[in-house]
């Protein structure tokens, strides 16, 4: 019942979605091909230069001799897909492909962000079936393209293999064509089937990467973004946005040119889109292949004195964004500290009867929820069951926080999430705890970060609610470039004495 009341959620946003660029589709876009072809890769002269040192052991080149620089590696992968079209124009056929009606924008994006971010990256195009799905050789498959398209069963696979192994895939709606956005919405639904797709806001990363932008000029007046906001929109997949998609045409104005009639975003602002999508993709990939590679939640043949069960609830999308960086942690209790325990990690749904048989359940996730009423109940018997509550918002994610203080309230009604004092024994269980370090990002966001960061709530004398407003995926080691979190060190450190305390009171 819960799963269809879910999908039927996504559903509808995804119905909303597709009907809001609607608005434009009775109005006359163009068609067929535009730009430039790509610009030819740049080469290097020798000029003025003589007879190298001995003992190089190469012939001397000539003034006019062209030196061969080494092949940058690529970054982009721009997909080709689809049959050839063909329309007239002033009397001739001309024949064209939908995915490549700009051939020159990939290469002239990678061109300026090269030299804005100081990097050299090269780009490829062709079918799917020519790319891995290791994102290690192509980070980024690009597909762009006016018109509605289908994804074949291979294709739909291939590309869920390409996301799960941590990479990105970006979608250009060229012209601002509502049938490829339509398209795209559609099939990455079948790539992705418990995701969906919402708006960036301001506050994304993308957005602030490298260039802040607030605003974008289009091309024409659009009816959805009158005030210029990015038309923007992702799927998230853990600690990242993996899929990224624009509703109006950005490949014009990558290659530095206005279609007229479209509905683009101007070429200035459309690099700096650009740029910001290479630079989050770039910044994120660490922790994408991160999140690629399982890991072992314990050894299968330990044979522990006792069970400690780590229970995460499946709580609103997204919730299971730190699947790795638990298993880091519980490793690191179990290696740094005497307790001789197995440790393992479940899943469970609130409203299940199941939930009472495990001590400790963590919840995290990125966006807003709304708990049911059985999960309400099922969480408030819990805790009063003597079962200890431990959340944090994943990445600090302030949609998540708020979700969590509203949610948490409808729980324990007549309570509230309160400092724990820096006496607290979970600040002192393993070696005194005085103040906490924090990410960069969440230093450069604004926010006044306290010393000690977590709350609590008290039930029968003891802590049994403990919540982190900055998030703890620091667990994993390393941290987050777009995370308002506690840094690596710090969060290892409370998390393992969260975890003791739980086990000790």
């Not at 762009?144 to 590309?159: I, K, N, P, Q, Y």
């Not at 819990?382 to 979700?403: N, T």
Request: a neutral charge; one cysteine or more; aromatic letters at 10%.
């Amino acid at each position: 019942m819960m799963m269809g009341m879910k999908r039927k959620k996504i559903l509808l946003l995804l119905t909303a979605l597709i009907a809001a660029p609607a608005l434009c589709a009775d109005l006359e876009l163009p068609k067929g091909p535009c730009g430039t072809k790509p610009p030819a890769q740049q080469q290097r002269q020798k000029g003025g230069e003589g007879v190298p040192p001995l003992p190089l052991p190469a012939t001397p080149l000539r003034r006019s001799e062209k030196k061969r620089p080494p092949s940058p590696p690529p970054l982009i992968a721009k997909i080709a897909y689809g049959s050839v079209k063909e329309m007239t124009i002033d009397g001739q056929a001309i024949k064209y492909n939908d995915w490549n009606l700009d051939p020159g924008d990939a290469a002239v994006l990678l061109n300026v962000a090269n030299l804005s971010l100081h990097m050299n990256y090269t780009w490829k195009a062709g079918p799917l079936s020519a790319f891995t799905t290791d994102p290690s050789q192509y980070p980024i498959y690009y597909y762009s393209g006016s018109e509605d398209f289908t994804l074949s069963d291979a294709d739909v696979a291939r590309l869920r293999e390409f996301i799960r192994n941590g990479g990105t895939i970006w979608g250009d709606t060229a012209y601002g064509n509502p049938l490829f956005f339509s398209a795209f919405l559609r099939e990455m639904g079948k790539v992705m089937p418990d995701r969906h797709f919402h708006k960036l806001p301001a506050e994304h990363p993308l957005l602030n990467s490298y260039y802040q932008i607030q605003k974008v000029k289009y091309t024409r007046p659009v009816p959805d973004a009158p005030n210029g906001e990015p038309m923007l929109f992702g799927v998230d997949l853990g600690c990242r946005t993996a899929i990224v998609l624009s509703r109006y045409g950005l490949c014009c104005g990558w290659d530095g040119h206005i279609r007229a009639g479209a509905f683009n975003v101007e070429p200035n602002d459309a690099r700096q889109i650009g740029v910001n999508m290479i630079s989050y993709a770039l910044a994120t990939h660490e922790i994408a292949l991160y999140q690629a590679t399982e890991k072992l939640y314990y050894e299968q043949e330990a044979q522990p004195r006792g069970d400690f069960l780590f229970a995460q609830a499946r709580v609103g999308e997204n919730w299971d964004c730190q699947a790795n960086a638990i298993a880091s942690l519980l490793k690191t209790v179990a290696t740094h500290t005497s307790a001789e325990i197995k440790f393992e990690r479940n899943i469970v749904d609130l409203s299940s009867d199941s939930v009472m048989k495990y001590p400790f359940i963590y919840i995290t996730g990125h966006n807003n929820f709304v708990l049911t009423d059985a999960e309400v109940k099922g969480l408030k018997n819990f805790l009063a069951g003597g079962g200890f509550l431990l959340a944090s918002p994943c990445c600090g994610a302030r949609e998540f926080d708020l979700a969590f203080r509203r949610e948490i309230a409808r729980v324990l009604p007549g309570t509230s999430l309160q400092p724990l004092p820096a006496d607290h024994p979970i600040y002192t269980l393993l070696g005194r705890i005085k103040e906490v370090a924090y990410t960069p990002y969440a230093e450069n966001s604004g926010e006044t970060l306290p010393a000690l960061p977590l709350q609590g709530i008290v039930l029968g004398g003891t802590t049994s609610v403990v919540y982190c407003p900055y998030g703890l995926g620091g667990w994993r080691g390393f941290d987050h470039p777009f995370g308002k979190d506690l840094a690596a060190d710090d969060a290892g450190k409370l998390g393992v004495n969260i975890i003791l305390y739980s086990l000790t009171h």
